[in-house]
């Protein structure tokens, strides 16, 4: 098996390195290389490549790892050394509408295009990172190029019946959660410190760690379209410790937005009786469609 690299930062190198370590033959590329980085990578067995050129017509397959900007344009050179049989995998997070463009260029040519999406952090958990696979995955290239990578140690989950878009597509809202949490500690740590409590705010969160992912967002989203005017008014109340705290209200404003589109609709519920996830999500869906939609 021979395996090339468009990108050689942080997550070419580390599949390099676990590529290589699992005995498979790797070329490499990434104009921006210094030649320590290039010098290192060469002793560990990697072939450094100039430029793109006739050597990726000899491979089995390609990984994309430049950003995401520079995915479509780098899809595009790729796209005209490509033969038929080989597989391209896109770790970028480019776009779902771009990464289907860049499927578009590549499979012209009788490569197929697999979406790859990173689900975790590659400094943490390096070679072994989860990633989610989209596309035609049980096309035989593809299937055999997978098994291949999978016994070498990468994490790869294909995705059954998937097309091209749907594993960064995951990646994208699963970032609306993790980057708005992040932003949430941020302002829960600073503010508890600022009180003297931080250490008490562990302990009056330890109850969520027994909450499994789904019935956790589950219930905030069914409870949400019966509260959401109470728990509008405690997001106040809390902005008010914060601006105590000299700590800034502004992702709390972006909060309060959210709570403020739901009581702006036509409330369905009435009591105490729980809505299903499926009946709240047809709710909340009212107040989320785009100005100037029309229903049919």
């Not at 601006?243 to 609709?265: C, H, N, P, W, Y």
């Amino acid at each position: 098996m021979r395996i090339g690299l468009i990108g050689l930062g942080e997550v070419g190198r580390c599949l390099a390195e676990g590529l290589l370590l699992a005995g498979i033959r790797v070329d490499g590329i990434d104009a921006a290389l210094n030649a320590q980085a290039s010098t290192s990578l060469a002793a560990r067995g990697l072939t450094i490549q100039p430029t793109m050129g006739h050597w990726i017509r000899e491979l089995d397959a390609v990984m994309v790892c430049v950003n995401g900007g520079a995915a479509n344009d780098v899809n595009r050179q790729l796209a005209t050394h490509l033969k038929a049989g080989q597989v391209v995998f896109d770790l970028t997070t480019a776009s779902p509408q771009q990464k289907r463009h860049s499927a578009e260029l590549v499979e012209a040519r009788g490569a197929a295009f697999l979406d790859v999406a990173i689900m975790g952090s590659i400094a943490m958990k390096g070679f072994a990172t989860s990633m989610l696979v989209a596309g035609d995955v049980q096309q035989s290239e593809s299937a055999c190029v997978l098994r291949v990578l999978q016994d070498s140690g990468m994490t790869l989950r294909s995705m059954a019946s998937s097309s091209v878009g749907d594993a960064i597509c995951l990646k994208l809202i699963r970032s609306v959660y993790t980057k708005g949490a992040e932003a949430l500690a941020v302002k829960c740590i600073v503010t508890a410190e600022h009180f003297g409590v931080r250490d008490l705010l562990y302990e009056v969160l330890a109850d969520l760690d027994d909450i499994p992912i789904k019935r956790f967002m589950n219930t905030l989203v069914r409870t949400h379209v019966l509260h959401a005017e109470r728990r509008m008014k405690e997001v106040g109340e809390a902005q008010q410790l914060l601006t105590e705290a000299g700590v800034s209200t502004q992702l709390l404003d972006s909060v309060k937005e959210v709570f403020a589109e739901t009581l702006s609709i036509e409330q369905c519920w009435e009591g105490d009786e729980l809505p299903s996830i499926e009946q709240a999500i047809a709710q909340l869906g009212q107040a989320t469609k785009p100005h100037g939609t029309v229903e049919q």
